[in-house]
């Protein structure tokens, strides 16, 4: 699900290439937009005046504007797994340790960054933390990377963050923090464990358990990991759990979810 300018695009519940957009209110579609996708996608995301869409077996990505032209973005030799917007730009990361930045503007990709994470490296959480500053995870690699991109040709890993502990045990998701200024990071990872990280240290700055998490997102200083069969929210500053909300069974299917 993303959040766009008229509600909420998601994939169409009607035609298996296309973009619903629904009412924020009453969830009720106000239109269908399609893509240029030949099959069913599996990433969405918002992206400037429109949404960014990737079909992660076909190795394509489809950005669809506000007007609804679109444009498919070729250039992934593996799975694309996740998509980001990176200041006017994406980032999109494959099943081949790759991460690449597209002037969507242009069409056309701007840096490939190759080897990016430990193992088989599925690069499946990408997120923007600050201005020409990004955060990547992998299933397979203990260590989140930061990344600074303020030389698009040349973007340089500033950090690797510790997680997991472990062979090939990694994140599945990470997600900025943004509260008053201050700007963090949390993942969710295979140990079953939420953390959180501030931009200027190696190692988590919390941990707390959550059985089963596999995706991550935040609203105004909260932390929110879904998991089988929970919803929980944390105080990112003392890593209390707030909340705890069960969800339907069918829910894991769910990959990702947004904070409205």
Known sequence: VASVAEGLACPSSSEKTAIDILDRDCGGVLKTVPTEHSDEF???????TGVATADCQEMEICTVSANGSCQILLGHDNMVLSLATIGDDLASGDSGKQIRIWDVTAGVCVSIMDD???????????????ANIFASCSDTDNNVK??????????????????PQGECVGHNDV???????????????YDSMVRVYDLRCTEPLLSMPHEDAWTIASSEGVII????????????????QLRSVS??????RLTSFIAL
């Open 175 to 189: 997600c900025a923090v943004h509260e008053g200024g201050c700007v963090c990071f949390a993942t969710v990872a």
């Open 225 to 240: 990991s879904m998991g089988t069969p929970t919803v929980l929210t944390w105080d990112w500053h003392t890593g209390q």
């Open 247 to 252: 969800i339907h069974p069918d829910w894991y």
């Open 116 to 130: 990016c994470h430990d193992s088989a490296g599925w690069v499946f959480g990408l997120c923007e933390l600050e």
């Open 42 to 48: 599996d990433t969405i995301i918002d992206f400037q």
């Open 146 to 163: 930061l990344w600074d991109r303020r030389v698009p040709t040349s973007v340089s890993c500033i950090r690797a963050c510790g997680g």
